[in-house]
Every structure is written in structure tokens, then in C-alpha cells.
């Protein structure tokens, strides 16, 4: 049977012969629910599909962590294993090595893994079943794997069914890897005379003084539809496989039987323990065996709860598994004419979940707390590089970068209103009063009210110390309810009341440290966020802006050094190294920490937190950026040793890149200030070190304006100015303010956006009509200043005083991020045109590649000119960029291109063999034609988490409603649902529907077929909308006014019927 990729009407995507098929890696979401403790898992299509899971992250592996390509080559003999013994003769099911006439097929789901095999050999179908365990205060991976017989004949058969390698709890997988030999001293298996298995080391394993004993464990244990009890656990790997160490055949199954390995005694001391279950059957129709592995908290909590496990128990489970995710993703609903499409939006909502966080609103003494449950810091068996985490607890919450984070969240306002401008507060908070931001942003935590316990403990049959401990420092739900858990703390409500009650007095806090190095872009994302909130909130621009005034500055103790200490001479060449140092005066004068989180203060440092409003915050983003231009004022400097979101051109900081990406991005903040000091008339009081920046800046400018100095003047002087408001501030503030108005900004800042709107038309024109990315600078004369050296790195310290533009290939980001703010769509076409006929465009794959060649640029620019061409960041597909660069085409109203690129760009529009796994699963990255190796074009690689599922939802949303759906006019809350929908899009009845703001369904009748955008695109004539409650009002026109739209944003109407002609 040939490799064969289908989608069925159940949602699940179905690869036959899938072990003959292109390799590929992908995970089970690790989703618990709130009231569960979740478990990482990642399979690969090859053996028995599941390759490794565990909880929180590698460092508490249950079956080994390896990266992709080994887990390829080892999961068949290292992985799950089926043995079924039949008329004396051991069969081993999923073997590439069986001799036996098979059929196999992979079924994959959202939240359930499945294989199986058709052995026409033995006339039996075994199915297994993988997925993780919900709601529940253990975390677990169910396992079931269902025998059936195709004969109408008994059959008489032995089956032996595990895992060869069980890790015990207290290793870690590094050291397991590095000294397993030495490991397994401390290796022990407890608690078999309860059927079930407790792996877990004696004591901790750290080479110190400090020795402590464990008590958490990972588990093993089994039963089938035979009986309800549980099966005894066969963890001595020598009694199935005999002398033969490679575990390629079980060599005591096959010379005794289940009844011999029973019959003898297990030694589970320093021995690499496995986890196997054996059954005798008479097989008459089906027989059912079911593992769980897991972990526990101690061994008295999995031997209480050891009654309820029965095949039913696993049927149950099985079924809150898969509505736990569906019902998540349903708030991204979609009907066309395209089903695959529909459940690929779906699935990009549940991974963009996995890396934002699910917004869960807590309502409480006038105010929302929004804590984002379920995402994690990524890493798969492709990203072995990154060290992925998930909080093994109830409500669990994970760390994550800066910038992915903040992507993924960026669409959540859309989802559900409710989450505010809570994710604005937050990235605008951990905005610096340089500009930059810290690199890891942690989980958020909570001070409780020390006054009302006595609020809290109403809900508990009696008051508890430990929990009032816990209330008395910092915490976060998860924290509060596994010690209820798992300590049978008595309360009178659900945990969700319990939090929610706890929440309610409670402050909120946002943690973050510094990470490492200062991106340029990291920024850009904050206005994505301000400009979706204001989509759904119109009407609260003034309050949004002015009136809130509790937004913070992030202060971290690593700086960013000034020219005069970067700026170095190594091997004859003038370079940038050494560029940020770790502040340790600063640290010591404060009494802070590296991995604290600090805010910026007022009194140098010495006095309170220092806090503005949004508008005020914005003004000191945009200026810290526009005195970051370059010397020839196109881009934005890599100051600050790391480049912008392509971090393999991480050679760029060093040879004085720069990026004109962030331009772009700067141009919407400066229009954004610009628009709201034309439409308020407000006096606003900015700190003195900013104001007085502002004031020398402006000076500076109009010198430059009135051609009283050159460019290169301008910028040294700019630069200079820089450098000493960052000396100012670096301690903290002084905490005076200066008033500057409304009007004053406006005119500042207009001369700002002129005098960068030329850099951007002077980068096009290098460019030749395309907007470059990147551009480097060269010294062209210097001066050694005696004496002076790097404190980084100590290379000899040099002043520029004279560089000369070296132009790099064209990459695809400058023009993606372009298109969002032009407002000309004959300059949107041309670049457009530009682009396809460039060799950014791979013309063999109808695909956006990242760069042109970069055969012919210097390996200073980074590790991406040393990749294989068409691989990873080097002139591949990278799904993340080209996603953006369609987002903008919608955005900048190029509609017909669009939709004709997106018909061999979006993932669910291409062949399932050529991409080589799920076409609702996006990758980092596509292998572009570009490849020596053609096997590989068109091929998906590393697996799912990435910006791409944010920029897929955000054009959803355009698609679905429109640019701008929510307006603010003559006192007026207006609604208005312009979709920009193809007519092959949808359905035979000429429908499509979809679900706004998370609550309503809305569905567009098109009984003309047409498009609805361009000239002759079909329009809005009347809608009818139906709340809750089924009453129904009938509006003619496109517009929603006043209560009607109010009450839609509050998510009342159940469904809106739009008639469109």
C-alpha cells in the first residue's frame, strides 16, 4: 500500500503506511484542563509513534528525551512494544522488521494519537491509543491498545505490551545520557506489591554535602476488559529479553511465556527499569489492555485513588480529553466551503494557545485579572536546542521569550473582549526607559490583602496555616491549589470559586528578567496589541491614552554601552563587539538582583516606583527608537549585540547592522502619537530626563533641517545625546516632571516622521524598488583612542568618524512589515510586483522565501549564510515571515493577490506528500527549491510552535470581519462587518460562518456568489441578530449602532445573520 494522506469527516488526519513516510516529529498539546497537572508528550511517525514524554521538562524525563533524528533511528527498540504470542510463535506488531503482511495507519487528533496495524498474518487488528490524562491531580499518559480478532475463530494468544525503559523520578535526562552507567546506582522501583510501579532514585544524585531523600515518583500500572484488577507490573527487562541487550527480540518471552516471567523474581536495583504488562487471552472478539504512566506527587496519593482505574475510567477519559480541546478552539469556530481550512484555523488557535497562554478572566471588586493558562516556553524533538517547560500544576502557566509571547497574544482581544487592554499593560510595562525590554517574561504572580483572610477562609470548613502561608507571599492559582490537592485540604466550593474569590483581593504582578542581550525588534509587538484593542474599544481611546495612569518602566541592571566602549578595532577591522555589560555598580547600589524584576524609580533609585500613562510611555518609545537611527538614518541600530527577529543574522550587531524593519514598525507609533495629539487637546507630564531629550533632539533636528549640519554630524551629535540621557537614568530617575502638550508633541513629532520617511524612501531606492532589511556600515576613517579598551572583551577602542553603506541580499521581512503602513496601494503593488519577480520568491514552490542568495555575502553577517541553502533561516520558506508578508498584502487592500498567493501558501491549500505530515499543522519552516537536496522541496520541518498561528488568526479575523470593525463616531459605539471573503471560499449554499468575539456566530449569505471586496464585490444589505434569549431584531444597512453594538462587544447575541447582495 502506498503513502496516502487523507482527512475524514471525524477531524482526524489519517497517513497510511505512515512508517514509510516522509519523517516528520509533532506532540500531544500537554492541555490538562485547569483542575489537571499536564504532561508533555512528542511522537514521531515511525514504531508505535509516542517517542518521549514526561512533565515540566526534560530534566524530569519518563521515557528518554532525544532530538528528532535519533528518535527516528531509536524509538523501535527504546519505544512502546507490542508482542503477541500465537500457536507458540512471538509476533512483535509495528516492527519494520516483521516478516508478517501488515497494513498500518497513523490517525492523528488534536488532543489523541493513534496507530494501528492490520496484521493479516495473524488476522488481528491492534489499535493503540495515546493521549494525556485531564483533570486529574496526577499528570499521565493513557495508553490503550485494543486486539481484535478478524476471524469469526477463538484465538488462543499471549500479549505482552510496555515500555523497555522506565526513568525513575530525581534524574535528569542530560545526566542520564552522559553517566547512566553510574546513574542507575541510585536507581530503584517501589510499591510492586500493589501492582503498581513507583520508579524514583533513593536520594538526590548532586555530588554536595547537602543529600536529601525523594518522595515524588513516576508510576506504572495496568489492566484490561478481562477483570478489574490490576495486572502485575513486569519491570525486569532481563526476563523478556534474556541475554539479548540489544532488545531486539524478547528472547525469555519467546522461550517460556508470560507464566515463566511471572513465575520469577524481579531485581529492579541498578538496573534501567521498564514498564510491561502481560495478559493470556482467549480472543473471541476484542481484548483491551490499558497502561498509565505518569507522576505523582508520593506513593500514598497513586495507591488512594488505585480503585478507580478500569477500561471505563480510560473510555471516560478518553472523551474529556477531546472536549477539552475542542471546546477551547471553539472560540475560533469556522464554517466554509473548505473544512480542512475550517479545522486548520482551529488548530492554529490551539498552538497559538500553547505559546501565548488561554486568557481566563477573573471578575472581582470592579476590576479583570486576566492569567493566561497553558502556554509554555517551546521545544520539541526539532527545537532539542530550546529547554521547553510546562508547570506540572493546577492552572499551570509557563515562562516564555519576550517576543513569542507577545506575538501569540496579540489576537486575544479579538477572541474575547473581556481580556481588555491587559496585554498592553504588560509589554508596555516591560518597556525600558532606553527602549529595550527584558528577554524572559515569567509567569504572573499574585500579593494577596493580609485583611481579608477572613474573606477567603469562609470557603474552607476550617482555617488553614499553610495555605494562609502561602497567601502571604507572592503565589499564582496553580501554586494555591495543588497544596489543596494534594494535601485533601476540605473547602465548600469548586477551585475555580476558590480562586476566583482569592483573586478578587489580590494585586497582580508581572515578573520578568533580563535573559540575555537586547533584540531590536521586540517592541514592534506592542503596537500590534494597541491596535487590536482599540479595533474592539474605540470608544475608550481618551481613557486608554490619558487617564490610566499606573504604567511602569522595567529597569534592568544591564546596560548598554556607550560608542566609545563598543566601538573596537580586532584583526584590522573596525567592529561593534562587547556592546551591553552587566551593571554590577548599579546592582550594588540598588540592592537588586540580575534576575529580579525591577522597576525604574524615582529619587535616582532610592524612592518609589515610577509611573506614567500610556501616552506619556509611547512618547519615550518612539524617541528612544528614532535617536537609534542609523548614521545614514534608514534603519534602526544593532546596538545592542543582537540582531532583530531573524536571530541567525547574529553577525549583523558586530559589523554596525542595522534595520529598517523597525522603521517601518517605527512610522505606525510616530503616526499613531501623531493622530491622538491632533485629537486631544491635553497637557501631559513626561519625566525631566525625557523631556529634556526631547527638547536637545528637536534642536539637533532643525539644525540638520535648516542645513546647518550634514547627516553624519546630525547623527554623531543624535548619538551623542543618547548616550548621555541613558548615564542619567541609569540609576533611576530624578522624578520631576515636565509638562509638554498635546500640540507641541504633534509639531516635534511630525518633523520626526518626515525626517524618517526620507531614510525609508533613501533604503527603497537602494533597495531598486524593494525595501532592503537589513543594511551594515563600514568605517570608512577612525581613530585609535589611546588607552582605551573594550570592558567586555578588551579589544582596543576606536571613534568612527566616517562610514561608508554596505549594502546585504533583499529579505522578505522589510517589505512584510512595509506593507502594513502604506497607505498607497499603486506602492503597494509595485512592491508587490517587485517581490514576486525577485529571487525571494521561489517560483518552483509558489512560495515567499526568506532572502534572496546569500552566496556572496561575508559570514560575518551570521550563522545563516553558513546553512544549506533552503534550510532553517538561510532562503527557506519560513512560515512566520511569509505569513506576514500576506498578512500585510490583505492589510495594505491587495486583495486579488492575496488570495492567489494564499492558494499555494497557506498550509491546508498544499499536498499533504510534499509537505510530509498534517496539513493542519504548520511548520517553522519549509525546505525551498533553493536545496541541494530536492527530496526535501516543498517539505515541513520542525513542528507547529511559531508566530505563523498568530498571523493565520489575524488574517482570519480580517477575512471574517473586516480591517476595522468597531468605530467611535459622534458619541456612537458603530459595528460594522466588511468581510474580505473570495466566492470559492464558500460553502454549496453559498454560506460561510465563523464566531466573533468569541460569543456570537455569524454567517454571511451570498446568494449572489461573488466576492465581497473590490468594485463589483457583494455588500451588506441587512442583518438579523438573535440573542440568548432567541429575541431578534432585524437591522437594514451595513451599520450596528449603540446598544445594539454594545451589547455584541458584551458577547449577548447569539448569532448575526448578514445578508450580503
Request: charged share 30%; glycine share 6%.
Amino acid at each position: 500500500m502506498a503513502v496516502e494522506y487523507i482527512f475524514n469527516v471525524d477531524n482526524q488526519f489519517i497517513i497510511k503506511d505512515y512508517d514509510k513516510a516522509k519523517t516528520f516529529s509533532s506532540f500531544l498539546p500537554g492541555v490538562a484542563g485547569v483542575d489537571g497537572i499536564p504532561m508533555w508528550a512528542y511522537y514521531v511517525n515511525r514504531g508505535q509513534g509516542l517517542g518521549s514524554f514526561g512533565v515540566k521538562d526534560k530534566n524530569n524525563t519518563i521515557m528518554e528525551f532525544f532530538p528528532a533524528h535519533l528518535m527516528y533511528k531509536n524509538i523501535e527498540l527504546q519505544g512502546f512494544r507490542t508482542f503477541i504470542k500465537c500457536n507458540g510463535e512471538v509476533h512483535e506488531i509495528f516492527s519494520s522488521s516483521s516478516k508478517d503482511d501488515t497494513k498500518r495507519r497513523m490517525l492523528i487528533e488534536k488532543n489523541i494519537l493513534k496507530v494501528e496495524e492490520v496484521n493479516k498474518t495473524l488476522n488481528i487488528k491492534v489499535t493503540v491509543t495515546y493521549f494525556t490524562v485531564p483533570k486529574e491531580s496526577y499528570a499521565g499518559l493513557i495508553r490503550k491498545v485494543d486486539v481484535e480478532n478478524l476471524d469469526s475463530i477463538q484465538k488462543c494468544i499471549e500479549v505482552l505490551d510496555g515500555l523497555t525503559q522506565v526513568l525513575p523520578y530525581g534524574i535528569t535526562n542530560a545526566d542520564y545520557q552522559a553517566m547512566a552507567n553510574l546513574m542507575k546506582s541510585w536507581f530503584d522501583v517501589f510499591n510492586l506489591e500493589n501492582n503498581i510501579a513507583y520508579y524514583k532514585v533513593r536520594a538526590t544524585t548532586n555530588d554536595s554535602a547537602e543529600v536529601g531523600e525523594v518522595n515524588k515518583g513516576n508510576f506504572f500500572l495496568s489492566f484490561s476488559s478481562e477483570d478489574n484488577q490490576l495486572i502485575r507490573p513486569i519491570i525486569d527487562m532481563d526476563l523478556i529479553f534474556g541475554c539479548n541487550t540489544s532488545l531486539i527480540r524478547p528472547f525469555g518471552f519467546e522461550d517460556k511465556g508470560l507464566d515463566d516471567i511471572y513465575s520469577k523474581k524481579q531485581v529492579p536495583q541498578n538496573k534501567v527499569s521498564g514498564g510491561f504488562s502481560g495478559k493470556a487471552v482467549k480472543l473471541d472478539k476484542k481484548f483491551t489492555l490499558c497502561s498509565i504512566y505518569g507522576h505523582i506527587a508520593s506513593v500514598e496519593l497513586i495507591n488512594s485513588i488505585k480503585d478507580r482505574f478500569n477500561v471505563a475510567y480510560v473510555e471516560v477519559k478518553e472523551e474529556e480529553a477531546r472536549k477539552l480541546i475542542e471546546d477551547l478552539v471553539d472560540n475560533t469556530y469556522t464554517e466554509t466551503g473548505n473544512h480542512l481550512f475550517d479545522q486548520y484555523i482551529s488548530q492554529c488557535y490551539m498552538d497559538n494557545v500553547l505559546r501565548g497562554g488561554y486568557p481566563l478572566v477573573f471578575k472581582g471588586n470592579g476590576k479583570n485579572h486576566v492569567y493566561h493558562v497553558y502556554s509554555r516556553k517551546h521545544g520539541d524533538l526539532e527545537r532539542e536546542y530550546n529547554f521547553f517547560s510546562i508547570e506540572p500544576a493546577y492552572y499551570s502557566q509557563g515562562n516564555g521569550n519576550f517576543r513569542d509571547v507577545n506575538q501569540n497574544r496579540r489576537n486575544d482581544v479579538l477572541i474575547n473582549p473581556e481580556v481588555e487592554e491587559f496585554n498592553v499593560k504588560q509589554f508596555m510595562d516591560l518597556i525600558q526607559a532606553d527602549g529595550y525590554n527584558p528577554l524572559s517574561v515569567k509567569g504572573s504572580e499574585f500579593t494577596f490583602d493580609k485583611e481579608k483572610f477572613g474573606k477567603v477562609f469562609e470557603l474552607f470548613d476550617k482555617e488553614d496555616n499553610n495555605v494562609k502561608n502561602i497567601l502571604m507571599g507572592k503565589f499564582t492559582p496553580g501554586k494555591l491549589i495543588n497544596y489543596i490537592a494534594d494535601n485533601n485540604v476540605s473547602i465548600k466550593c469548586s477551585y475555580e470559586e476558590l480562586v476566583e474569590r482569592v483573586l478578587e483581593y489580590s494585586t497582580q504582578g508581572f515578573e520578568a528578567e533580563f535573559g540575555e542581550g537586547y533584540w531590536t525588534d521586540h517592541w514592534t509587538y506592542n503596537m500590534d496589541l494597541i491596535d487590536n484593542y482599540l479595533n474592539i474599544y474605540p470608544d475608550k481611546l481618551e481613557k486608554f491614552l490619558f487617564e490610566t495612569k499606573d504604567y511602569r518602566f522595567f529597569d534592568s541592571p544591564v546596560r548598554v554601552l556607550p560608542r566609545s566602549d563598543k566601538y573596537v578595532v580586532t584583526n584590522g577591522k573596525v567592529r561593534q563587539y562587547g556592546s551591553i555589560l552587566e551593571d554590577e555598580e548599579k546592582c550594588h547600589k540598588l540592592n537588586i538582583h540580575f534576575t529580579d524584576t525591577n522597576w525604574l524609580k524615582k529619587d535616582n533609585g532610592a524612592g518609589d516606583i515610577y509611573e506614567t500613562n500610556l501616552y506619556a510611555k509611547l512618547i519615550s518609545l518612539a524617541l528612544n527608537k528614532f535617536v537609534n537611527l542609523d548614521p545614514m538614518g534608514m534603519g534602526i541600530e544593532m546596538e545592542a549585540n543582537k540582531p532583530g527577529w531573524n536571530d541567525a543574522m547574529n553577525g549583523l550587531p558586530g559589523i554596525f547592522g542595522s534595520s529598517v524593519n523597525e522603521s517601518a514598525e517605527l512610522v505606525r507609533v510616530l503616526n499613531f502619537i501623531i493622530d491622538a495629539s491632533e485629537k486631544f487637546d491635553k497637557t501631559v507630564p513626561i519625566y525631566a530626563e525625557l523631556f529634556e531629550i526631547i527638547t536637545d533632539v528637536d534642536a539637533v533636528l532643525n539644525r540638520k533641517v535648516n542645513g546647518e549640519i550634514g547627516q553624519f554630524e546630525y547623527w554623531d551629535k543624535i548619538s551623542y545625546l543618547k548616550e548621555a540621557y541613558r548615564e542619567k537614568i541609569r540609576f533611576g530617575i530624578d522624578g520631576k516632571e515636565k509638562e509638554l502638550t498635546s500640540k507641541e508633541i504633534l509639531e516635534i513629532f511630525k518633523k520626526f516622521r518626515t525626517k524618517l520617511n526620507e531614510g525609508l524612501e533613501k533604503a527603497l531606492e537602494l533597495g531598486k524598488g524593494i525595501y532592503p532589511t537589513y543594511i551594515t556600515y563600514e568605517a570608512k576613517d577612525y581613530e585609535i583612542l589611546e588607552g582605551k579598551k573594550n570592558p567586555v572583551n578588551g579589544y582596543q577602542n576606536v571613534v568612527v568618524k566616517e562610514f561608508d553603506c554596505v549594502p546585504i541580499p533583499l529579505f522578505l521581512e522589510g517589505p512584510a512589515r512595509m506593507l502594513k503602513s502604506l497607505k498607497d496601494i499603486d506602492k503597494a503593488k509595485s512592491l508587490y510586483n517587485k517581490i514576486k519577480n525577485s529571487e525571494i520568491y521561489d517560483k518552483k514552490l509558489n512560495m515567499y522565501k526568506t532572502s534572496e542568495p546569500l552566496d556572496e555575502t561575508t559570514h560575518e553577517v551570521g550563522r545563516a549564510r553558513a546553512f544549506t541553502a533552503g534550510w532553517l533561516e538561510r532562503e527557506s520558506i519560513f512560515l512566520h515571515m511569509e505569513y506576514k508578508y500576506l498578512l500585510g498584502l490583505l492589510k495594505a487592500g491587495l486583495y486579488d493577490e492575496y488570495f492567489e498567493d494564499i492558494k499555494t501558501a497557506l498550509i491546508p491549500f498544499i499536498d499533504p506528500k510534499v509537505y510530509g505530515r498534517s496539513t493542519l499543522e504548520n511548520s517553522s519552516f519549509i525546505a525551498s527549491s533553493v536545496n541541494p537536496d530536492e527530496e526535501v522541496h516543498g517539505r515541513g520541518f520542525v513542528s507547529r510552535l511559531t508566530g505563523s498561528t498568530s498571523e493565520m488568526l489575524s488574517m482570519w479575523f480580517v477575512m471574517m470581519a473586516g480591517k476595522n470593525v468597531f468605530r467611535y463616531e459622534e458619541g456612537k459605539l458603530k459595528l460594522e462587518l466588511k468581510p474580505i471573503l473570495p466566492h470559492w471560499l464558500f460553502n454549496s449554499n453559498n454560506e460561510v460562518s465563523f464566531k466573533f468575539l468569541g460569543k456570537t456566530i455569524v454567517t454571511y449569505h451570498n446568494k449572489s456568489s461573488k466576492n465581497t471586496y473590490g468594485d463589483n464585490g457583494a455588500v451588506v444589505e441587512r442583518l438579523e441578530l438573535r440573542t440568548f434569549d432567541e429575541e431578534a431584531f432585524e437591522i437594514v444597512g451595513s451599520v450596528i449602532e449603540g446598544r445594539y453594538a454594545e451589547m455584541i462587544r458584551q458577547g449577548k447575541f447569539r448569532t448575526i445573520d448578514v445578508y450580503l447582495a
